[in-house]
């Protein structure tokens, strides 16, 4: 059997692909398959990919219309033979021996989910997310979900692990088709309240290019009532998995719901004419609600002490109104 099935989603990334295609070649150790879904690209993306597929023959290159990255991985995942799935991002790279490590250690422990840490490089190639233990943690179903809850050494997006192809395909974890935000998130929590075993592998193996052009970050700007939308369905998928977990997660769950909340609101912000949607009103309730986890947790949940006040006790709309004049003045920093 094949060790690793490596999903490529593909969109207008020609600068960038040869890179990451090239990345995941050189992977030693390790037997892989690389799957390429070309998801409606305009630029030469889909040549490149036919080019990969032609020369080497472990690569597949699939040519989809234009349906959003959830839609390609769940196409990518119905050809996947390898033992385990990575998801990985076509603008990135992996380090030599990524692959190798992760699924020795699946392997080794006989875990579901293998994780890692990553660095993150900008445009102009200063490297940043530089906190790794260098140290291996074995952890059990509540362990798990609470380290994932609570971004403790294991992070929201899909491209920092590998997942045992034989859980996703018991439990039919796929992505939500056509989701264009928070994908990654809501497919692993998926996974994770599932997981029995998950393993991580506290090293810097994954490479992740912060773009400030990036599809992901101009999708809000564009779409904003759709990624509220898009972030309240990540809500409800979480208050759903969480249901019959014990009270600890239950709790953590709900600081990671908090947390997202809060970038969501300062997204939000940078439009007025949100700030009287009853959706933002219902995120301050949420937030009102379970003002007690707020409180033991702000700072992690991304707010000052002055922030969880106002947050806890003013109206929405002068709530926001605060937000909006903080963003102003953070945009007109030199």
């Known amino acids: 059997m094949m060790d690793v099935s490596v999903i490529i989603p593909v969109y207008n990334t020609e600068k960038y692909l040869r890179t990451c295609i090239d990345s995941v070649l050189r992977q030693e150790q390790v037997s892989l398959e690389i799957i390429l879904v070309d998801d409606g690209s305009t630029d030469s993306s889909a040549t490149i990919c036919n080019d990969y597929a032609h020369q080497h023959d472990n690569i597949k290159a699939i040519h989809i219309p234009n349906s959003g990255p959830a839609t390609a991985k769940n196409e990518g995942l119905k050809l996947a033979q390898g033992n385990y799935i990575a998801l990985t991002d076509s603008d990135d790279k992996m380090e030599p021996l990524m692959l190798h490590k992760m699924v020795s250690a699946g392997y080794e422990h006989h875990a579901d989910i293998v994780c890692c840490n990553y660095k993150q490089v900008d445009e102009q190639g200063n490297v940043f997310h530089l906190n790794s233990t260098y140290q291996q943690y074995v952890l059990n179903h509540e362990e798990g979900l609470i380290h ?106 709900t600081v990671h719901i908090i947390m997202y909340y809060n970038e969501l609101l300062g997204k939000i912000a940078l439009f007025p004419e949100y700030f009287s949607d009853q959706r933002v009103h219902d995120i301050l309730h949420f937030i009102k609600e379970n003002r007690n986890i707020l409180n033991k947790h702000y700072t992690l949940c991304g707010f000052s002490k002055t922030g969880k006040v106002l947050i806890s006790y003013l109206p929405t709309k002068l709530y926001m109104s605060y937000r909006h004049s903080k963003t102003n003045w953070l945009v007109g920093l030199p």
């Open 148 to 253: 994932f809850f609570s971004k403790n050494k294991i992070y929201s997006q899909c491209w920092t692990k590998i997942y045992k192809r034989q859980m996703l395909e018991e439990y039919h974890i796929v992505n939500d088709p056509g989701l264009r935000t928070d994908e990654d998130f809501i497919f692993n929590i998926r996974a994770f309240v599932k997981a029995q075993t998950t393993v991580i592998v506290d090293e810097p193996l994954y490479e992740y290019t912060h773009r400030t052009n990036s599809l992901a970050h101009a999708y809000f700007k564009k779409n904003i009532s759709q990624y509220i939308d898009n972030r309240i369905q990540r809500v409800r998928v979480t208050q759903d998995a969480v249901k019959n977990e014990s009270h600890a997660v239950k709790e953590w769950s």
